[in-house]
């Protein structure tokens, strides 16, 4: 029997909330907020659990040297296809590593790197702390990470928006919640991560949303992205739309050596 337990949810997630409005959304404003803080390529990036590639390939496209580590073969075999169907000179600047973000540093056999995402991966963990290690341990001196983890400050916000009071009431009190792919997730807040990076020698430099309106409406395939993406940039960088976001992003910059 396999041990990867995103096997039975790799299509799911990469083919269906990948591909919603709300899934491109994401995609688009992570990569202007980063490009906010990277600095000019080629440099060189590890995305841990990069799943399929979607915010990986893009840097690869603009010229990033991107190392994706994940520790399931069903999304690294997504991503291995989506590779498949990129220029050649992007191919080559795409390394696959299959291991947990925990050992990321043995893994890359100590490598640093200039820049360290990891997104959306916080949230399936028990505890953030060992997996913030890892990614702090992996930058480079002056190099960035940046993490994005679901918001514990807005449980209550999507029960209540569908009308299911008794779960909004209890979810002001909640650590986490059931996820759209029907997995447990857990929340954090910008303030105790950011302190996990300081124990670890990152200082938190900035901090944005992600999802607010694409996040509680139900948009169709055939919304204009572009434009729903364009207003959600905007609302990620500003208060106080971005204290009320789905999920947060959070950049931190390693001391200097």
Same mark, same amino acid.
């Given at each position: 029997?396999?041990?990867?337990?995103?096997?039975? $949810?790799?299509?799911?997630?990469?083919?269906?909330?990948?591909?919603? @409005?709300?899934?491109?959304?994401?995609?688009?404003?992570?990569?202007? =907020? *980063?490009? +906010?803080?990277?600095?000019?390529?080629?440099?060189?990036?590890?995305?841990?659990?990069?799943?399929?590639?979607?915010?990986? $390939?893009?840097?690869?496209?603009?010229?990033?040297?991107?190392?994706?580590?994940?520790?399931?073969? %069903?999304?690294?075999?997504?991503? &291995?296809?989506?590779?498949?169907? +990129?220029?050649?000179?992007?191919?080559? !600047?795409?390394?696959?590593? =299959?291991?947990?973000?925990?050992?990321?540093?043995?893994? /890359?056999?100590?490598?640093?790197?200039?820049?360290?995402?990891?997104?959306?991966?916080?949230?399936?963990?028990?505890?953030?702390?060992?997996?913030?290690?890892? $990614?702090?341990?992996?930058?480079?001196?002056?190099?960035?990470?940046?993490?994005?983890?679901?918001?514990?400050?807005?449980?209550?916000?999507?029960?209540?928006?569908?009308? !299911?009071?008794?779960?909004? *009431? =209890? %979810?002001?009190?909640?650590?986490?919640?059931?996820?759209?792919?029907?997995?447990?997730?857990?929340?954090? /807040?910008? &303030?105790?991560?950011? +302190?996990?990076?300081?124990?670890?020698?990152?200082?938190?430099?900035?901090?944005?949303?992600?999802?607010?309106?694409?996040?509680?409406?139900?948009?169709?395939?055939?919304?204009?992205?572009?434009?729903?993406?364009?207003?959600?940039?905007?609302?990620?960088? !500003?208060?106080?739309?971005?204290?009320?976001? !789905?999920?947060?992003?959070? @950049?931190?910059?390693?001391?200097?050596?």
């Amino acid at each position: 029997m396999s041990d990867d337990v995103w096997a039975s $949810l790799a299509d799911r997630f990469v083919d269906g909330a990948y591909a919603t @409005v709300k899934g491109q959304v994401r995609t688009y404003v992570l990569h202007h =907020q *980063l490009m +906010e803080h990277l600095t000019e390529p080629p440099g060189t990036v590890l995305d841990v659990g990069g799943g399929a590639g979607h915010q990986s $390939l893009p840097l690869a496209r603009a010229g990033y040297e991107v190392t994706l580590l994940d520790p399931s073969p %069903a999304m690294l075999a997504k991503a &291995e296809q989506k590779l498949a169907s +990129e220029a050649p000179k992007v191919r080559d !600047r795409v390394r696959l590593v =299959q291991a947990r973000g925990e050992d990321a540093a043995e893994a /890359t056999s100590g490598q640093r790197f200039e820049a360290v995402l990891c997104h959306g991966v916080l949230m399936y963990v028990d505890h953030p702390g060992p997996l913030i290690t890892s $990614l702090c341990r992996c930058a480079a001196s002056g190099g960035i990470v940046s993490v994005m983890a679901l918001n514990a400050r807005t449980l209550a916000v999507r029960p209540a928006l569908e009308r !299911r009071w008794a779960d909004a *009431l =209890q %979810a002001f009190e909640s650590t986490g919640e059931r996820g759209v792919l029907g997995v447990d997730t857990r929340a954090d /807040t910008v &303030e105790e991560l950011a +302190e996990l990076f300081r124990a670890d020698e990152v200082e938190a430099v900035a901090w944005y949303g992600v999802w607010l309106f694409s996040d509680w409406l139900d948009l169709a395939a055939t919304e204009e992205v572009s434009a729903v993406a364009a207003v959600e940039l905007q609302a990620s960088r !500003r208060d106080p739309y971005r204290q009320l976001s !789905r999920v947060f992003h959070l @950049v931190g910059r390693k001391a200097d050596a």
